[in-house]
Structure formats: structure tokens, C-alpha cells
DNA sequence: GCCGTTTTCGGCCCGACTGTTTTCAGTCG
């Protein structure tokens, strides 16, 4: 069943194809409405059937003909006809890192080079040597980058990205003479993968900076660098941006470099319409600078509230900004509790006192502690010696409940690969608080989104909980499908993952994750004060 | 190909850095 992700594919391939023709605007024209559709939080087909596909940002008249054309058809034969007119292998010279389309063209048209292979027999036999603007440095780059084909940067997910972020960020303050120093970028958005780290700071000596930051240890090599911007590669591949700016531009470069890029093409021609220009120094009327030192400051000058750095993404929050409706987001004090809490897994030897020692130092109110589904038994609920935390307890299931939890206050489903979802109608509220959870194990991230979309129709039906971890995409939900979790009445329970008590910590991802989603307090199950749990659990749960 | 509180035509974000240059084009984010 061809999908919007296949939709999204072709129109980046044809976004391609176009730049390699030369074509100017089109291609982005193409990639803008391929991010759109991306993060559409609905289903294609119905905004196609309500005659709504020109409401989605960067769609016009041609694009969604080409939609609905693919709708019906399942394909686009635009771009099966521009396919017929550049070599494929085109596509693949362009993708070199630190080349492009008009590098892979100006090979095609002046030497006739239609792809990677005849690209390495072109340099082997010098045929390079003496083009204009191809000097022997290039040359090397272009041999370099030729080698390591495939073997190119992958995304990796916002956990690990974070782990490393914070030992540059500590190894910096602590060695190089900066004022502040933040992330910024898709890592600072919260993004569930992320491409390589930005890390912004200020300092008055920015050369010394460098130095000290291309000296530490996980540091293999500086691809770049100038007065206000380094680049390294580190030892495990991942891409290092690090950028000095004078404390005055602090704000709007760290506005500019957190993005996304449509959130700040909007800002910009926001600006423009206003008579100012943004940029990474500030913001400026004329020569005159009007903001830069905070970000308030920056979307002050534009006449917006600030908005929270996880939604800028231009998928909305401008306007909501504008019209005073942006959403108050949960935050991580918000979060009164984990409601899915493994003593056997939780990787040191304290079980439950351990768990009860670290929830208190987290400033958590109870624990939802979740033993596996044993037939007919009725699992021995822990209780910890002192008050706090209050202690709820959780059955783990990998079947849709058809009754309330025995002995215990709410379950927590685990689908098993294949599991379908249920009708609507179904169990309904009778079987008890439900809380689903690593709904997303088992699909590979960016498969095939509409798969899950079925769930949402359960939560229309009966109060049901989706559960965001720090390990989205592996275990946990994509912020894309929690927006529509949320849109669609459903709860949302944040939390580490299965991790040791000692990352519990990490449950802050799962709130930025949250945040992407829009999602504010009230939708947050485990946001809820431990009364209010206990008593709507109460109401329902099997035991008196 | 999209888009519009100066526009339905004529724009399309903006700056850093590199390599090849002598004033700039390409790539990147």
C-alpha cells in the first residue's frame, strides 16, 4: 500500500532531479511540500478527500494535482518522465559530501560522467586535471569522498547524541575561556534523531576556544575552520559544529542555529515584511540592531511571545503565536511520577528502596511499578517502608485486557508483533486503565507511520495512555504520532524507558518529546497528582 | 512551483567557509 512516506520520497527524488537540470526554486519548491507532508499529524487521503491539500503549507496547484494523482494511482509521472531525461547515477555524485548538484552537473555536461563509476575511471585517468574551478585540492576531495561512498553520517538517536553533547558541553566550560555555552540545532529541538550537534557559545577569545575544543579526546579530525565557526568530525563519526559569538548576538544566534530551517525562512520573511532583517547577530532596522542578546528579545522585535524551542518546526506555531494560542507545554517539574517501573530490571541490586531513594530524589510523588502478567495469580503489591513515593501497581499484558487488572490499579499493554487493534467498541472502559506501551518496537522508524494510526481510533473510544521514552523509535513513539495521539483525545505517560535507576533521569527526553507533541500538562497521565490517579483507578481497578 | 496587511507577478533567507580565485561560485546549515 503506497503511503505518504513513499510520496514524501518522491517528491525529495524529483526535488533532486530538477536541481541536476539546472532548475532553479523548484527544487526547494518540491523538498518544502515533502517536509510538509512529513509532518502532516493526519492522513493524507483525508485532507485530499476534504479538498484540503492547498491548506498544507508549500502546497499549490501543481502539487496537489500531483497528489491526488498519486492518491489514485499510486504514482507521479512527472517524475518518472525526469527520470527519463538525467542518469541516475547523477543523484548519487551530487549526494558526495561537500558536493552538489552543479558539481554533478557541470561532470555530465563537460566530460559526459553519468555516475560514481565513470566518475573514479574520469580522476584515475586524469581527465579532471585543468577543468576550470577544478584545482588538485577538489580534486582530492572529490577522490576522498568517492571512496567512502555509502559509508556516509548516519542519524543516530536523540539519546545517544545526548550523552555526547553533555561531555563536550562539560569538557568546554571547564577548559576554554567561554562565557555561556548551549546546544542548539535539532538537538536542542528535541528532535528523535539527530544529524550532527551544534554547541553555540560566547567568548572574547574565540581562536583559544577552538583550540582546546579540537584538542579533546573525542575529536578525530577539524574538517573547518574560521573566525567564528569550527568544524570536527568525531571519533565515532558524528559532525561537531561549534560557533563563538560576542554575548550581544548570544540570543539571536542561538534563535538562528536552533531552527528548523522552515521555522526561520518563516521568521525571516516575517521580518522582511516589517521592515527588519534577522540574522545570527540580531535583529536590525537599518544598521541598527533591535534585539540579539535573548531569544525574548529576538521574538519580541518580531512581535511574537517566544516560542518554546521544541515546536519551532514552522508546523504551526507561528501562526498560534501570533493569534496568542500557543499551547502552555508540559515541562519536566510537571511530572509528578513514572508509571512504568520494572524492580527486576532496574540494574542494581536495591529493588524497590533503590527505585523509592531515586524517585524521592527526582521529586516524584509515586512509582507505578509493573510486574508481568502471571494467570491467575494475584500479583504481591510492594510497598515501600516509608510514605513517599506512593506506590501504584501495573500488570504488563501482551493481549488486549477484557476485564479490570487483577489486584492491581492499570495495565499496561505491551502489543506483541502482529497484535491487531481492537474494535472501537470494544472492552471499552470496563477492562480498566490502560496504558500501551513500546507501541512502536518492532516498526522500523519512518517505515510506515500509517500503521499506527489505527491506535488513534482506540483512543477516541476509551481512556488510554501512549507512553513517550528518551528512546523513540526503537521502543517508543515518534513526537509526529504523539501529536496525533494527543489531537485525538489520548493521554500521553512520559518516561526513561527501561533503563537503570541511576538514568531515570532521561525522562527529561521523553519530555521534550512531549513538548514536540504540543502536548500540555493536562494531557500528560502521569503529570496527575497521586490522588487523582488513585481515585479514577479506584473507581475501576478489580480490588476493593 | 509557491506565495501575497505594500504584490495574482516577481520575488524567492542569509551568512560562513572552502577552493580557486584577483572578485566569486558552490555547498552547507
Redesign the pocket.
Known amino acids: 500500500m503506497p503511503g505518504t512516506t513513499e510520496l514524501v520520497a518522491i517528491f525529495r527524488e524529483i526535488g533532486d532531479l530538477l536541481d541536476l537540470q539546472g532548475v532553479?526554486?523548484?527544487p526547494e519548491?518540491?523538498r518544502?511540500?515533502a517536509r510538509s507532508l512529513e509532518a502532516l499529524t493526519e492522513d493524507l487521503a483525508g485532507v485530499a478527500a476534504r479538498g484540503e491539500l492547498?491548506a498544507i503549507?508549500?502546497?499549490?496547484?501543481?502539487?496537489?494535482e500531483k497528489i491526488e494523482e498519486y492518491l489514485r494511482t499510486g504514482a507521479v509521472p512527472?517524475l518518472d518522465r525526469i527520470r527519463s531525461e538525467v542518469p541516475p547515477g547523477l543523484l548519487e555524485i551530487?549526494r558526495l559530501?561537500?558536493?552538489?548538484?552543479?558539481?554533478?552537473r557541470r561532470l555530465w555536461v563537460e566530460l559526459g560522467i553519468e555516475g560514481p563509476g565513470e566518475l573514479a575511471a574520469a580522476l584515475a585517468a586524469h581527465r579532471l586535471d585543468g577543468l576550470?574551478?577544478?584545482?588538485?585540492?577538489?580534486?582530492a576531495?572529490l577522490s576522498a569522498a568517492l571512496a567512502q561512498v555509502g559509508g556516509g553520517p548516519k542519524r543516530r538517536p536523540l539519546v545517544d547524541a545526548w550523552r555526547v553533547a553533555e561531555g563536550l558541553l562539560a569538557a568546554i566550560r571547564t577548559g576554554a575561556p567561554v562565557d555561556r555555552v548551549e546546544v542548539a540545532?535539532s538537538l536542542r529541538r528535541r528532535r528523535e534523531t539527530v544529524?550532527?550537534l551544534?554547541i553555540l557559545a560566547t567568548s572574547t577569545r574565540p581562536e583559544r576556544v577552538f583550540e582546546v575544543f579540537s584538542a579533546l579526546p573525542e575529536v578525530r579530525t577539524v574538517r573547518?575552520?574560521?573566525?567564528?565557526?569550527e568544524t570536527v568530525e568525531l571519533s565515532d563519526g558524528l559532525?561537531v559544529?561549534l560557533r563563538v559569538v560576542e554575548p550581544a548576538a548570544f540570543g539571536a544566534a542561538l534563535q538562528y542555529?536552533t531552527g528548523s530551517?522552515d521555522h526561520?525562512?518563516h521568521l525571516?520573511?516575517r521580518a522582511?515584511?516589517r521592515g527588519l532583517?534577522?540574522?545570527?547577530y540580531g535583529v536590525f532596522r537599518g544598521e541598527e540592531r533591535v534585539a540579539g542578546a535573548t531569544e525574548d528579545d529576538v521574538y519580541a522585535a518580531l512581535g511574537l511571545p517566544t516560542i518554546p524551542a521544541e515546536i519551532r518546526e514552522d508546523h504551526g506555531e507561528i501562526e498560534a503565536a501570533e493569534a496568542g494560542r500557543l499551547p502552555t507545554l508540559v515541562d519536566a517539574p510537571d511530572v509528578r511520577g513514572l508509571l512504568h517501573v520494572h524492580l527486576e530490571r532496574l540494574g542494581g541490586t536495591g529493588g524497590l528502596p533503590d527505585a523509592a531513594r531515586a524517585a524521592r530524589r527526582l521529586g516524584f510523588e509515586y512509582l507505578g511499578v509493573v510486574v508481568p502478567e502471571a494467570d491467575g495469580e494475584v500479583p504481591a503489591l510492594p510497598r515501600p517502608s516509608s510514605g513517599a513515593p506512593r506506590i501504584f501497581l501495573g500488570i504488563e499484558t501482551a493481549r488486549f485486557p477484557t476485564g479490570p487488572p487483577p489486584g492491581a490499579d492499570f495495565w499496561v499493554l505491551r502489543p506483541a508483533a502482529g497484535l491487531a487493534v481492537p474494535p472501537a467498541s470494544a472492552p471499552g472502559d470496563a477492562a480498566g486503565p490502560l496504558l500501551v506501551a513500546h507501541l512502536a518496537a518492532g516498526v522500523d522508524s519512518g517505515a510506515e507511520p500509517d500503521r499506527l494510526r489505527p491506535w488513534l481510533a482506540l483512543a477516541a473510544a476509551r481512556p488510554v495512555a501512549f507512553e513517550v521514552t528518551a528512546g523513540a523509535g526503537s521502543e517508543g513513539l515518534d513526537s509526529t504520532f504523539a501529536r496525533q495521539a494527543v489531537e485525538a483525545g489520548a493521554q500521553l505517560a512520559l518516561g526513561p524507558g527501561d533503563v537503570p535507576v541511576a538514568a531515570w533521569e532521561r525522562y527529561r527526553l521523553a519530555v521534550g518529546l512531549a513538548r514536540r507533541a504540543w502536548a500540555a500538562p493536562e494531557t500528560v497521565l502521569n503529570a496527575r497528582p497521586a490522588e487523582e490517579l488513585a481515585r479514577s483507578w479506584a473507581a475501576r481497578r478489580g480490588r476493593g
Open positions: 532553479r526554486f523548484k519548491a518540491y518544502r511540500a492547498r503549507p508549500g502546497v499549490g496547484e501543481a502539487l496537489a512527472f551530487m559530501p561537500g558536493f552538489g548538484p552543479k558539481t554533478a576550470a574551478g577544478f584545482g588538485p585540492r577538489k580534486i576531495l540545532g544529524g550532527d551544534d573547518m575552520r574560521g573566525p567564528t565557526k559532525q559544529d542555529f530551517k526561520n525562512v525571516r520573511s522582511r515584511d532583517k534577522v540574522n545570527e
